[in-house]
């Protein structure tokens, strides 16, 4: 209503039907489907990025805390499988170190859009060699896990150590 005169105001009449602007069912369901993929590729681009920056989740090791020989070592490893990882597991005493194995993992297979992670382990037996130039007393078990490079960036190692005892022969 006009507020001056008391007269009802006319509806403004539009100047076109508003189903000539309307999409046709085909094009709204082409734009949907353009929307479902849109979404399923950034979310796995996003998943995928992450993975490229932190390709190494944990690095664990197994050992008894004296070492003597005929003893087991081992190190497991989980990388994010977007890349190929390697696992090295080492005895330090001193200055002396010693190489106990190297495991390389490959990355899966399509390592963009396969998010499950790798899974992978070393196992190294302490022979009388090995442990040869090692004296008895404390020593450290090292595990390192290292990623490959990624976008021109290779990742910082993932280091675990242990503190071993190298028993008396």
């Known amino acids: 209503m006009s507020a001056a005169l008391g007269t009802p ?16 069912p ?18 796995l681009a996003s998943v995928s990025g992450y993975r490229a920056i932190v390709q190494v989740y944990r690095v664990e090791i197994r050992a008894p805390t004296a070492l003597r020989p ?14 190929r990882a390697s696992l090295e597991l080492e005895l ?18 399509d390592g963009v ?15 009388p060699a090995t442990l040869t130039g ?3 007393g404390p020593a450290v078990l090292r595990a390192t896990g290292r990623g490959s490079s990624q976008w021109l960036r290779t990742p910082p190692p993932v280091v675990r150590e242990m503190k071993v005892e190298i028993a008396p022969r």
């Open 113 to 127: 859009y396969d998010p499950f992670p790798r899974h992978d382990s070393l196992a190294a037996t302490l022979g």
């Open 134 to 136: 090692f004296h008895a």
């Open 70 to 83: 005929g003893g087991a070592v081992g190190a497991s490893i989980t990388t994010s499988g977007r890349t």
């Open 26 to 43: 085909s094009v709204r369901i082409l734009k949907r489907a353009i929307l479902a993929f849109l979404a399923v590729h950034v979310t």
């Open 9 to 24: 105001r006319r509806a403004a009449r539009p100047l076109l039907d508003p189903r000539l602007g309307a999409d046709p």
């Open 92 to 109: 330090v005493q001193g200055p002396v170190v010693r190489s106990l194995g190297v495991r390389t993992l490959p990355g899966n297979w």
